[in-house]
């Protein structure tokens, strides 16, 4: 039966010194795990194409069925805490996606890989949420900016190092490897989270009843939406009918979804949570700042890759220097929380992410790797400002026994808002394409003294080496290249661009957080 714990400060988990590092550390490895293998197949899915003898819109399903799996564990991760408790529940997730890893490396067809990419995000899912809530947990008041600092190097720096490597393994070893690889990083995981952490005393155990509604019409909706966002831009989004079908089927279910668990007396996930305005507010300026970081590890290797030529391996270390400045901003930040007001952290955070992105807005084919770095570290430092603070002043207010349910709440605003990045970011891509390459051609005219100049200059430049014969249509060939290079980097260039107003327009919102983040023994025991 469901059972209610009051409890005071003292009665709260308190690990000693030692001990919350060791805690900490363990929770962030699986955590680091979860999120790097929703990117590290991504450098591997040409491989997977060659031998398992798919295209590429097929194959693009191994990270579909990821995402899917892993999202509906991320939301279910509290009701399955008061089922289990929550270190049962973090082992056997790791358990799950040890098993998923070895065997998706195994896999010889197609269905079974997709199969066993399921096993791997239902294992991977409730890590996330779980890791942060225990991170949260183990750490006194005094120091959870240490704590969500710790926890965010997991979040964030595993999208930056993914793709580098995937990339790695994939040249050296094969696409098999970069299941493998996660196996013995498992098995650590296992056994530090078995000797380190245990379930405090407040939480909820047992369930009186199964919210089957609630199971369903949120793996329905859930689904839907993931396999919209991720399949829209290759079947042209709203011109293709089960596109429509399945936004329709989304809607309806999310809505009632809704609906049902705000009259559930045990929801499958815990909406009223977002009564809490800290929690409520978090979570929107969480889902900018989410958009801002996936979107940018998505466009950032495409663009190195379509205009730079650079490979696979070169162009996930493109996102190095982000990673390295936010792996050296976040401990400065977790310090300075306790000193520093989160509306300033978080308004300082914002704005260097707006600057940065403002000047991945201007880039040119010209740019090189030493005109990235600055940029990015740039951008780097203000996603640890703004990710650290947001993650503590969102649970700051939250009671003890329901932080594991406002975890799942803040990954999944979080990482719904990085799917919604990647398709709305495709589709920007590919359809402003088209529009600046109609522009361009307009100019592409014997009319223009411009296009005179380009085509006498190329004339001349193939002039060595090509037979005159071939002279008109080669040169026109080289020219149509270049105005599609340029077209599609006035389309990266608009698809930076978009993210700086979101960033100018949530600004308001820190007005609606406290003017001070650490108050002494500010966290709640109790509802």
Known sequence: MASSVNVTAGDAFEPSQPGKWLVAASVMLGTFLSVMDATVVNVAMPHMMGSLGEDLLTITWVSTAYSIAEIIMVTMAAWFTALLGRKRLFLASMFLFIVGSVLAGTSRTFGQLIFYRVIQGIGGGSLIPCSQAIARETFPPAEQGMAMAIFSMGVIFAPAIGPVIGGWLVDHYGWRWVFYINVPFCIVGIMMVSA??????????????????????????????????????????????????????????????????????????????????????????????????????????????????????????????????????????????????????????????????????????????????????????????????????????????????????????????????????????????????????????????????????TRSTLGQSINPVGFPGRSLMVLNDAINRHATMLAYNDAFFIVVPMFLLVLPLLFLLPVHGYVPDSMPEAE
């Open 196 to 457: 380190f952490v245990h379930d405090p005393p407040y939480l909820k155990r047992g369930i009186a009843r199964i919210d089957w509604g609630g199971i369903i019409l949120m793996t329905i909706g859930l689904t839907a939406v993931q396999v919209v966002l991720e399949r829209g831009e290759e079947v042209d989004w709203f011109a293709n009918n089960w596109i429509v079908a399945g936004t329709v089927i989304a809607a309806l279910a999310l809505a009632v979804l809704v609906i049902w668990e705000l009259r559930s007396d045990e929801p499958i996930v815990d909406l009223r949570l977002l009564r809490n305005g800290q929690l409520a507010v978090g979570c929107s300026l969480g889902a900018v700042v989410g958009f801002a970081l996936y979107g940018g590890s998505f466009l950032l290797p495409q663009f190195t890759q379509d205009l730079l030529n650079y490979p696979a391996y070169q162009a996930g270390l493109v996102l190095m220097p982000r990673a390295v400045a936010m792996m050296c901003a976040m401990p400065i930040i977790g310090r300075l929380y306790n000193h520093v007001s989160p509306r300033l952290l978080i308004g300082a955070g914002v704005a260097l992410l707006a600057g940065a992105y403002w000047q991945l807005c201007h880039l040119s084919l010209e740019v090189s790797y030493s005109t990235f770095t600055p940029i990015l570290i740039m951008s780097g430092i203000g996603m640890g400002a703004a990710m650290v603070t947001l993650a503590t002043i969102s649970l700051s207010t939250v009671p003890r026994p329901s932080m594991t349910g406002a975890s799942s709440l803040y990954t999944l605003t979080r990482r719904e808002s990085g799917n919604v990045a990647y398709a709305v970011l495709a589709t920007l891509v590919a359809r402003r394409e088209q529009y600046h390459r109609s522009v361009l051609i307009d100019y592409a005219s014997p009319l223009n003294p411009i296009f005179r100049q380009a085509q006498t200059g």
